[in-house]
């Protein structure tokens, strides 16, 4: 017994030792003069997405197979920002992600606020296209809705259109389905739970934006620009569209 005392004491005294050693820094972007500095989040939240609300900006970023998942962040700035809540309590399929499975589950999600309502939707590529919402993003979350089963699809994001209709644009995964580097659209149905149609690509990274944008009908576009960057990502603008 006092052999277990005298360990634990020393394990203490050491600890003591080593936080007197160490002085926490903490990162602020804010330098409190107007001005901010980057990284605005010291910390890794891959894959982010924000949407704002009035004078609010939630963000939300991959989790992988963590859980709680889907974090959610919020900043009336877009430079401090601070945790609020974790959309995803329980991952879809349980009985899959009972254990870990490292680089799978949620990949990009993207969060939007629609009729009073903020969506997540998120790639899962091995089953498919998810979706969950709330009136209070720091609140409880819907359960995940499989919008679209199947395997490889990633980077969904929803577009509610002026007429009313739905749609989710997304892509896919080469190490699932065997390409990459295009997107493709469907419709959903009214309330986003649930793809209507089939897909029809609208950007294909192997032949160019140009000539995809032809061969899509897009009519003449006024200005053009693409650049490429490493890791094949690309970045398009497209500032004018006639007879869309």
């Given amino acids: 017994m006092r052999k277990k005392i005298l360990f634990l004491a020393g394990m203490m005294a050491c600890c003591t030792w080593a936080g007197a050693q160490e002085i926490s820094k903490t990162w602020v972007a804010d330098k409190g003069n107007g001005t901010y500095q980057n990284p605005v989040l010291h910390a890794d939240y891959s894959d982010p997405d924000v949407c704002a609300v009035g004078d609010d900006f939630y963000m939300t970023a991959s989790s992988f197979n963590c859980i709680p998942g889907i974090p959610i962040l919020h900043s009336g700035d877009l430079v401090n920002w601070s945790l609020v809540n974790y959309a995803l309590p329980v991952q879809e399929p349980k009985e899959f992600f009972d254990k870990a499975q490292h680089g799978?589950?949620?990949?990009a999600p993207s969060i939007r606020f629609h009729n009073g309502e903020f969506y997540i939707y998120w790639g899962d590529p091995?089953?498919?296209?998810?979706?969950?919402?709330?009136?209070?993003?720091?609140?409880?979350?819907?359960?995940?809705?499989?919008?679209?089963?199947?395997?490889?699809?990633?980077?969904?994001?929803?577009?509610?259109?002026?007429?009313?209709?739905?749609?989710?644009?997304?892509?896919?995964?080469?190490?699932?389905?065997?390409?990459?580097?295009?997107?493709?659209?469907?419709?959903?149905n009214a309330?986003?739970?649930?793809?209507?149609?089939?897909?029809?690509?609208?950007?294909?990274?192997?032949?160019?934006?140009?000539?995809?944008?032809l061969s899509r009908g897009l009519g003449d576009v006024y200005k053009r620009q693409l650049i490429r960057v490493s890791l094949g990502l690309f970045i398009f603008r497209i500032r004018e569209l006639t007879d869309v």
């Fill in 191 to 213: 309330e986003g739970t649930e793809v209507v149609s089939d897909p029809v690509m609208v950007f294909d990274g192997e032949d160019g934006i140009r000539d995809c944008l």
């Fill in 104 to 107: 799978k589950g949620v990949w």
């Fill in 126 to 188: 091995d089953y498919g296209i998810y979706m969950i919402k709330t009136k209070d993003p720091k609140g409880k979350w819907s359960n995940p809705v499989l919008v679209k089963a199947g395997k490889g699809m990633i980077d969904a994001t929803p577009l509610w259109d002026e007429d009313g209709k739905v749609y989710l644009i997304y892509a896919y995964a080469g190490s699932r389905s065997g390409v990459n580097s295009i997107l493709v659209i469907s419709e959903l």
